[in-house]
């Protein structure tokens, strides 16, 4: 594609006409894409390098003749971009140098238009259907770079910014007004106040590399259907992170229309640095310490006192009367003097036989499930349990990690009753404890922003450090270490009636 700009007459040298050639500026927090701004933001101070090489942007064409007449040739330029987010606002700048410019007016080196960028969000796309946020940009007439790669005096970008993440594939679209000055002397073409636009896909299938495509261009209000004045390119790219907190991005573009800016060929390479999505270090609660059972003691059986047995009565003694004078009497039988009443002895109760309990056999244990390879994820109390760990090498996860990630990631997309849950990050000790603080957030921050690319809700995790200070077993020794050194999936809130009993 080549970019025209015609004369309806010839004239002996091409005019000095101030416009920008320069269509593509690197977004400072873009989360996916190389061209297209989305709602996020980096957290704190950020930075980056985006060395770029443009091929005939701008050509003249006269009518009469034919003759081209490259006004930007080649251009490398590098801008140095830096920002800082506070809450929900970003504050960026761009100072966009070129080392090296050719044009019809010559060659060299030279500085363009340094730009000041602000960013709003509106609406976090984690918890609103779709992510929404404003931008402005201010270009200040800064440039001295010997061809036309600026807008030749103050320029502004007003844009509405709104991106939707499905899945591993964010969605992101800019549509905004650009205030330029006016450019006189051509006569078939019309450069002021303009459309801006600019769409994106990025496809991220983990934290570590994405692919991207974007289409931009603009279009001035006054002159819509003219294609001189409304140029548009496209731009296929990548990036890899080669680090937690370093990210290298490459991109291809090539005009799609005829307009002002559109290259005849772009390359762009970049490095970004941002400090890592930190999960927040949370000291453990103190726990209050157990006291060991008092023992229960049974006390001794009281022995039934027996009722007193009653006594018993003697027998009454017969009194003896003193003999009487012998009388010759007739004989008379012989009487026995009467038996005494006895008193029949009290019948006693017998002694109270001991009732013993029958001996009730224990319940049985509940079987207690496991993870298996069949069904690597289960749910053990609060915790999902894994058939194996997450491993890591350093804060990056390995692949056997990712393996069980995307295990979790389809049990947690089934059971969508599991509404919030804290991942934690736990070390094994051994080092400094800053550090270990440090490494467990971050890996934590990691399986977390794994779970979200494979279009889980962000809203339903909370990532959390704890360093060595939760250790399932007391040990230094490597195998102690080896069982520390993990990641616990901790569920904090089920859906109203679902959670098991």
Request: proline share 11%; glycine share 12%.
């Amino acid at each position: 594609m080549l970019l025209l700009i015609s004369l309806v007459h010839a004239a002996d040298s091409v005019p000095d006409v101030a416009v920008d050639g320069q269509l593509y500026r690197p977004p400072l927090d873009a989360e996916a894409t190389l061209w297209a701004d989305d709602s996020s933001l980096r957290p704190g101070f950020s930075g980056g390098l985006s060395l770029g090489w443009v091929h005939e942007p701008v050509v003249w064409v006269w009518e009469d003749t034919g003759e081209r007449v490259p006004l930007v040739g080649d251009a490398v330029g590098l801008d140095l971009l830096a920002s800082y987010t506070f809450w929900r606002i970003r504050a960026g700048v761009d100072v966009p140098v070129y080392p090296f410019a050719t044009g019809s007016a010559g060659s060299g080196a030279g500085l363009g238009d340094i730009a000041l960028d602000v960013k709003g969000v509106l609406l976090d796309r984690a918890k609103a259907p779709l992510g929404l946020a404003v931008s402005f940009r201010a270009d200040l007439p800064t440039a001295i770079a010997p061809v036309p790669l600026a807008a030749g005096g103050f320029a502004y970008e007003a844009a509405l910014i709104a991106d939707k993440k499905l899945g591993p594939v964010l969605l992101a679209a800019n549509i905004g007004t650009r205030g330029v000055p006016a450019v006189e002397g051509v006569e078939n073409i019309e450069i002021g106040p303009q459309l801006a636009w600019r769409v994106g896909a990025g496809f991220a299938p983990g934290s570590t590399w994405g692919a991207s495509l974007d289409v931009a261009g603009y279009a001035t209000w006054s002159d819509l259907g003219n294609a001189a004045g409304s140029p548009a390119e496209a731009m296929v790219g990548g990036w890899y992170k080669v680090g937690p907190s370093t990210r290298l991005s490459l991109g291809l573009g090539h005009a799609i229309s005829s307009g002002i800016g559109a290259s005849n060929g772009r390359a762009v390479a970049g490095v970004s640095w941002s400090p890592e999505a930190k999960a927040a270090v949370v000291a453990p609660k103190p726990v209050a310490k157990a006291e060991p059972p008092k023992p229960v003691v049974t006390p001794a059986p009281v022995a039934k006192a027996e009722p007193p047995k009653p006594a018993v009565a003697p027998a009454p003694v017969a009194k003896t009367e003193p003999p009487k004078p012998a009388v010759a009497p007739a004989p008379v039988a012989k009487t026995e003097p009467p038996k005494p009443a006895v008193t029949p002895a009290p019948v006693i109760a017998p002694a109270p036989v001991a009732t013993v309990a029958p001996v009730v056999p224990p319940p049985p244990k509940p079987v207690v499930a496991v993870p298996t390879a069949g069904n690597p994820v289960i749910v053990s109390g609060t915790r999902l349990v894994l058939y194996q760990r997450v491993a890591f090498d350093g804060v990056s996860l390995r692949p056997e990690g990712k393996a069980q990630l995307d295990a979790i990631a389809k049990y947690l997309e089934t059971h969508r009753e599991i509404e919030s849950m804290r991942i934690e990050g736990h070390t094994g000790g051994g080092g400094d404890a800053s550090d270990e603080l440090g490494l467990a957030g971050s890996r934590a921050g990691a399986v977390l922003e794994y779970l979200i690319a494979k279009g889980l809700d962000r809203s339903r995790f909370f990532a959390a450090g704890y360093g060595s200070m939760r250790p399932l077993v007391q040990g230094t020794d490597d195998a102690s270490r080896a069982v520390n050194d993990r990641i616990e999936f901790v569920i904090t809130r089920w859906a109203e009636g679902s959670e098991p009993r």
